[in-house]
């Protein structure tokens, strides 16, 4: 048996209906004529190929391993509100985020800093602060450097931790990877170039970081002060080093007083809508709040 379309569009209809030797197919608004009588048999064998599905909406949203665990957090939310929306969040750094946004990749990108004027094609919503701290193992006695030690560890002048007042042991640098805002923000506050540094290790996201300053009791490394805070309060061997003599902890982000400090972003290109629109409402929303803080970063206050 053969079919052709006659090409007449109609209304939508909730069921196969037949008059003389036309089909009219629901959902599609498509009349076929058929070149042999109607049978029920064919109305069961076309259904199947040609009604349409509802299929699940996905979001995907990469960038900032800073700001990746929140956002998992509060994709969770969305997706227990809005029945059929799936979230996918991946890391990868901030200069992916920006990048997977412009280009389509992503309908949302995860910044982990202010946009600069050459990125200002993007559209950005804030929905935290956090701050950017030195990290050492716990059973490190160092417990403060200066701008000038720090920075002479990284480019490789000072290589033994006697010479900043701990035990004579070699230091670990740790240094994160290009196209990481974290390393924008530390290259740019300790005026150090990227190429001058004198690196043992170099790392992708936060939590690699604590986990090699943690598993090596000479190491040092930067981190998000929120990822930091968060993980030693669950017990890992990392102690938190204060920068210009401010404690490196959420507070004192909160109150402005930690002197490395940054907004954590989503970007779009161009305005969102739909259910993107609704997502990035609610990453910035008061409902979200408890998210940020059980994150240990600062939510924004509007």
């Given at each position: 048996m053969t079919y052709e379309v006659a090409g007449v569009k109609g209304a939508p209809t909730s069921a196969c209906t037949a008059a003389g030797n036309t089909i009219q197919l629901p959902f599609t608004g498509t009349t076929l004529r058929m070149r042999a009588p109607f049978s029920l048999f064919l109305c069961l064998v076309v259904l199947p190929c040609c009604s349409r599905?509802?299929?699940?909406?996905?979001?995907?949203?990469?960038?900032?391993?800073?700001?990746?665990?929140?956002?998992?957090?509060?994709?969770?939310?969305?997706?227990?509100?809005?029945?059929?929306?799936?979230?996918?969040?991946?890391?990868?750094?901030?200069?992916?985020?920006?990048?997977?946004?412009?280009?389509?990749?992503?309908?949302?990108?995860?910044?982990?800093?202010?946009?600069?004027?050459?990125?200002?094609?993007?559209?950005?919503?804030?929905?935290?602060?956090?701050?950017?701290?030195?990290?050492?193992?716990?059973?490190?006695?160092?417990?403060?450097?200066?701008?000038?030690?720090?920075?002479?560890?990284?480019?490789?002048?000072?290589?033994?931790?006697?010479?900043?007042?701990?035990?004579?042991?070699?230091?670990?640098?740790?240094?994160?990877?290009?196209?990481?805002?974290?390393?924008?923000?530390?290259?740019?506050?300790?005026?150090?170039?990227?190429?001058?540094?004198?690196?043992?290790?170099v790392i992708g996201d936060n939590e690699q970081g604590v986990k090699t300053v943690a598993g090596n009791v000479n190491a040092i490394g930067y981190v998000s002060v929120g990822t930091a805070e968060y993980d030693a309060s669950q017990g890992t061997p990392i102690k938190l080093l204060p920068l210009s003599g401010v404690a490196a902890t959420t507070a004192n982000v909160r109150r402005g007083a930690f002197p490395l400090a940054r907004q954590l972003n989503l970007v779009t290109n161009g305005p969102p809508t739909g259910v993107v629109r609704q997502l990035i409402h609610l990453a910035q929303s008061d409902a979200v709040h408890d998210l940020v803080t059980e994150q240990c970063f600062v939510p924004l206050v509007r």
């Open positions: 599905s509802d299929a699940a909406s996905r979001i995907v949203v990469t960038g900032s391993s800073s700001v990746a665990p929140l956002l998992l957090e509060i994709a969770k939310r969305f997706e227990s509100q809005h029945q059929g929306v799936r979230i996918d969040v991946q890391s990868g750094g901030s200069s992916r985020g920006l990048a997977d946004a412009r280009k389509g990749l992503a309908q949302i990108g995860m910044v982990s800093r202010a946009l600069r004027d050459d990125e200002k094609d993007l559209t950005a919503f804030p929905i935290a602060m956090d701050g950017v701290c030195m990290i050492v193992h716990q059973d490190n006695p160092v417990v403060e450097l200066s701008n000038a030690q720090i920075a002479a560890i990284y480019r490789g002048e000072v290589q033994n931790w006697r010479q900043v007042g701990g035990l004579d042991a070699p230091i670990t640098v740790v240094n994160k990877a290009e196209g990481r805002a974290t390393l924008e923000l530390f290259t740019s506050h300790f005026q150090l170039a990227g190429t001058a540094i004198k690196a043992q290790v």
